[in-house]
């Protein structure tokens, strides 16, 4: 029986100090609800600014996380060979920059790897197409590819619809079977009109003539499939097309040295990335092997960019609201130095005194964070209503609901960093003097 | 009364010495509170070209359930005399015995624990919380000694039906009449079942009228305990056991009503 005593003892101690805290957050609350109603404007004006702080720092998020996801962790190419001083869109800007040459075998060799997933040539080339008897003609961006067995996405179009390998090439005879298959975007397809399964015609004028040189000008197209490139995630509203390699070296003449303007490698599941571009540096000695999102067009829409911009509206959110709390909260206690010499007087411990002061701060920082998180979503749902409205294809910012917890815990760690500032002033606080006042 | 409520294990503190790791007296004394040799200067250290002395060499005590009345005009070192005995301040000089305890020995948060569990104060500016209602005014010491809500309601609500507000529980101290907010003041310092009672010029801000009835119930509710009201008002002495009459710091005169001065 007595030694249950200290136990006994220890549990009525640790209730009273569990009811003590409980009836310190109501006061602490109380006081909160005490300021909104004597000095609202103040209490207003410091949670909007928090809130509005919140809220660009969501807007900043949403959009740094729509970048994220517009650039996928497990993007078309680990490994990228392009010809060195040539780049993702040189074809697109200068069609006589250098391009790599034997691709189809070189590509071979690195998809027989163990450690590579899949290695794809890539040629792109401006090309003019149009429904087969329309007037309507078009340039669109072609893009030639190798499809693997295993259909994957480039540049947000896939391969699903073209005949995997490259029939028509033959070992560079450029005599095998030809597979006619055209994958367009929506884009392209709304600009010349088309539908799945219409009969197109492709080519430049220049390679039109070389063309009914070649075939007897009997080549045919079939639209095989409409990409829907808002679902895919394809930014920007370029019409593109897909097509075999082979054939797309053919309109546009870059048969004659089996040229395309870069080789993407996917290295295996457990593979190394490293090996990988080793294995891409001997095959083109003298190319550029890129990794992860070093090309040009990946990098403007990397997770790096991303993360940077989120970090930098991370630190100014977390700073603005600091020095918000910080400088309403000391204002606060300065108007409310008697209370707390009363707290002091009728026998409230320091550390109590402290803890009131603190809640009523965290729990204003609180307040301002869920105004800021509606606020937030409202500014997310108008960036992408405006986005899509001017410039954007799509919506350019995502939110998710883990959003709302990090913009309570980013508000919260600004007003646990402001609390020093009000915390030494309560902590100086001279009671006879304010009991005297 | 106040000390109707069966003690309980809140009350727990107030079985314990008065206070941990200080001064105290062998014996239990009759005497509740003994001033030695205090003398307090404000101004001290960066200021003290411009000291000012507020008690000079004071020294008195008060039994156990007397009423006391310190009384001087402005300035006259009364409520320094409270704050030093309240542990409010450390005096310059000399030595402060509560309840058996040197509060001159004892840290701050020692002084406040001491406060928070012996000492009721009383304010001439009632100093209520304004977002409060009076009963939760009233219930505010009971927090810090960790009291369960409910027993915390129940003891306010007693002691606000003692002095007269029963009716008055769920008001805010803005709709209270002066009267009515220091009745709650007083209510609030004898919650906690305190063996003093401090009172700093409680009648100041109330006309006289109400002012005598206020201080009637101060020193009707206090019953047993040691109550000191540091007053101007020369009418206080109608209330009070004895009378220390303060001039420019310094314990003038003594007034004993009932005996010899």
């Known amino acids: ?437 | 009364m106040a000390r109707d409520s069966p003690p309980n294990e809140n009350e727990s503190a107030r079985a314990r010495p008065i206070s941990d790791g200080a001064d105290r007296t062998a014996a239990p004394s009759s005497v509740a509170v003994r001033c030695e040799g205090v003398t307090h200067e404000y101004g001290t250290g960066s200021t003290a070209s411009r000291a000012v002395t507020a008690l000079r060499d004071v020294s008195f005590e008060v039994a156990t359930g007397d009423v006391v009345g310190l009384v001087g005009p402005s300035g006259s070192g009364k409520s320094t005399a409270l704050h030093v005995i309240g542990g409010l301040l450390e005096p310059s000089d000399g030595t402060v015995d509560v309840l058996g305890t040197d509060l001159t020995a004892l840290s701050g948060a020692q002084r406040t624990r001491l406060r928070r569990d012996h000492i009721g104060f009383v304010f001439q500016q009632f100093h209520l919380l304004p977002a409060l209602s009076a009963r939760d005014n009233v219930a505010l010491p009971l927090i810090e000694r960790g009291v369960a809500r409910r027993e915390r309601q129940r003891r306010a609500a007693a002691l606000l039906e003692q002095v007269g507000l029963d009716d008055r529980m769920d008001h805010l101290p803005s709709e209270l009449s002066g009267g009515e907010q220091q009745r709650v003041a007083i209510a609030r310092a004898l919650v906690a079942d305190p063996a003093v009672v401090l009172a700093d010029e409680p009648t100041g801000e109330l006309d006289t009228g109400t002012g005598a009835r206020v201080l009637e119930l101060l020193v009707d509710v206090a019953d047993e305990r040691t109550v000191l009201v540091a007053t101007h008002d020369e009418r206080a002495m109608a209330v009070t056991d004895r009378v220390l009459r303060l001039l420019d710091g310094e314990v003038r005169q003594t007034e004993q009503f009932g005996s010899e001065q």
């Open chain 1, 1 to 437: 029986m007595s030694d249950d005593l200290p136990e006994r003892n220890r549990g009525r101690s640790r209730g009273r100090r569990v009811r003590r805290w409980v009836g310190l957050f109501r006061i602490a609350i109380y006081r909160l609800v005490a300021r909104l109603r004597h000095v609202p404007r103040q209490t207003i004006v410091t949670v909007a600014l928090i809130a509005v702080t919140i809220a660009l720092l969501m807007i900043v998020t949403g959009i740094a996380a729509g970048i994220a996801t517009d650039s996928p962790a497990d993007s078309e190419a680990d490994v990228r060979i392009v010809p060195a001083g040539g780049g993702t869109l040189s074809s697109v800007i200068d069609v006589e920059t250098a391009r790599l040459g034997n691709v189809h075998e070189t590509s071979a060799t690195l998809d027989e790897r163990e450690d590579v997933a899949y290695a794809t040539p890539v040629l792109v080339e401006a090309v003019r197409i149009r429904v087969d008897g329309s007037d309507e003609t078009e340039t669109v961006l072609a893009m030639g590819v190798v499809p693997p067995a295993e259909p994957i996405a480039i540049e947000g179009v896939s391969t699903a619809p073209l005949e995997p390998g490259d029939p028509h090439f033959a070992n560079g005879a450029y005599d095998g079977a030809r597979t006619g298959e055209v994958v367009l975007t929506d884009d392209a397809a709304a600009a010349i009109n088309a539908s799945e399964g219409d009969s197109l015609e492709v080519g430049s004028s220049a390679a039109a003539t070389r063309r009914r040189e070649n075939t007897g000008g009997s080549l045919a197209y079939t639209a095989t499939a409409i990409e829907d490139t808002a679902a895919n995630g394809v930014s920007g509203a370029l019409p593109i097309v897909m097509l075999h390699l082979s054939e797309l070296q053919s309109i546009s003449g870059a048969d004659d040295d089996d040229l395309a303007d870069q080789v993407l490698v996917k290295t295996g599941p457990d593979a190394s990335t490293t090996a990988v571009e080793s294995a891409a540096a001997d095959a083109y000695p003298n190319a550029t092997v890129q990794t992860g999102d070093d090309g040009q067009l990946a990098s403007i829409r990397s997770n790096d960019f991303a993360l940077a911009t989120s970090l930098v509206a991370l630190i100014v959110a977390v700073v603005i609201c600091s020095l918000f709390v910080a400088t309403s909260a000391a204002l606060t206690i300065d108007k409310d130095r008697q209370t707390i010499a009363v707290f002091a007087a009728i026998g409230f411990s320091t550390r109590s005194r402290l803890a009131i002061v603190a809640v009523t701060t965290l729990s204003l920082t609180l307040a301002g964070a869920l105004v800021g998180i509606v606020l937030g979503t409202i500014g997310i749902s108008v960036t992408n209503y405006v986005a899509t409205a001017t410039v954007a294809p799509e919506p350019i910012a995502t939110i998710r609901p883990a959003f709302g917890l990090y913009a309570v815990a980013v508000a919260l760690i600004a007003g646990v960093l402001a609390l020093p500032y009000p915390l030494s002033l309560v902590a100086r606080t001279n009671v006879v003097t304010e009991l005297g006042r």
